[in-house]
């Protein structure tokens, strides 16, 4: 009875112990304070994000369903990818999810860049990537899946915080590039535009550490998001943004075909779009060279999206009267 126990039992359960060992000892970076153990069998199947017409819609869900309706409601957290880089923060970042989908929400917009500045810099210079940091943002995306989440994922900033584009612009002038004194050269400048594809590239055909999913066949990822809240420095300048967003979402179509493109707008009207420009909050808004309607109508751009300030943009006058 004790043999066959043992060869029934305690046997094949020493092999497995040997087994998850082994796949342990495999995966599990050497030079890394946490557990990397690949996480790709507890991953849930969730289909792809795509649209239909002005509809959102899950495809490819396994189930033979065909396509079902999907509705955003969700959150940003920018801070999610820094925090992840250290294994004593993640439970921060889990906790979050979870509360997340407790709460019914869907999608969930963060950084996927931190550009050359800090110990925690994801590119830390045109073409050169911190692994560790690059993990961190392979947990974000285990994570939010683990917990049924989509994730926007923006990949460059418009302002200085997290390098930005005045990081890629200062990277060409250190480099030689004869490039103009305005920040707008970001969106001209063809050296920077390489920069910024190679950033690009190495984002979404990036290889999950831990699921060892590529990014672009992710369906955890709702959207890419070509830069948080672009603006110029000039009015004049907005047909070269226009020739930016047009180039850079055909190029993310050129590299994944199945995941979404968004902008990253503030929602403001040019002064050229009619009846348009006067409901900005301010004069001031139709000069930074964006324009709602038409840059969201490109070629390759999915959807749009409007990031609101109120208590910043509109100052309300009360008048009190005895």
């Known amino acids: 009875m004790d043999s066959q126990w043992r060869a029934k039992t305690l046997y094949p359960f020493l092999g497995i112990l040997l087994l ?27 289909g792809f994000v795509s649209t239909n017409s002005t509809q ?26 820094m925090e992840s880089v ?16 407790q709460m019914g929400l869907t999608v969930c917009r963060t950084w996927a860049f931190s550009d050359g500045r800090g110990a925690n810099a994801l ?10 940091v690059f993990r961190g943002l392979d947990y974000v995306i285990v994570e939010a899946r683990r917990n049924h989440i989509r994730l926007i994922l923006s990949l460059v900033n418009n302002l ?17 590039v004869n490039v103009s004194l305005s920040d707008d050269s970001f969106f001209s400048n063809p050296a920077i535009k390489d920069y910024y594809k190679a950033y690009i590239k190495a984002v979404v055909k990036r290889k999950n550490s831990l699921s060892g999913v590529m990014y672009l066949e992710e369906p955890a990822i709702f959207a890419w998001e070509l830069m948080n809240e672009p603006r110029c420095a000039s009015s004049s300048s907005a047909p070269v ?9 055909a190029y993310i179509k050129s590299l994944d075909k199945r995941h979404l493109v968004t ?35 490109t070629d390759n751009i999915d959807f749009a999206s409007v990031h609101a300030y109120p208590d910043s943009w509109l100052v309300i006058h009360f008048e009190y009267t005895d």
């Not at 959102?56 to 396994?62: E, H, K, N, P």
């Not at 590119?123 to 560790?132: A, H, K």
């Not at 997290?162 to 480099?175: D, L, S």
């Not at 943004?241 to 979402?249: G, K, N, P, V, Y």
Request: net charge negative; hydrophobic share 40%; aromatic share 18%.
């Open 123 to 132: 590119q830390v210079s045109p073409g050169l990537f911190n692994e560790r």
């Open 241 to 249: 943004l226009q020739a930016w967003i047009a180039e850079m979402a």
């Open 263 to 297: 902008v990253g707008l503030e929602g403001f009207y040019g002064p050229n779009t009619t009846n348009k420009s006067e409901v900005n909050p301010g004069i001031w808004a139709a000069s930074l060279g964006t324009d709602f309607i038409l840059n969201s109508a």
């Open 86 to 101: 250290w294994s004593p923060s993640r439970p921060k970042v889990s906790e979050m999810f979870k509360r997340g989908a």
């Open 160 to 176: 200085v915080a997290f390098g930005g584009k005045n990081q890629y612009v200062n990277w060409a002038k250190q480099a030689g």
């Open 20 to 46: 998850l060992s082994l796949l342990y000892l495999n995966f599990n970076s050497s030079d890394d304070s946490y557990f990397s153990f690949p996480i790709f069998l507890w991953q849930p199947k969730i």
């Open 56 to 81: 959102f819609v899950i495809i490819d869900d396994g189930a033979g369903g065909g396509e079902s309706a999907f509705y955003v409601n969700g959150w940003n957290s920018y801070w999610l990818m």
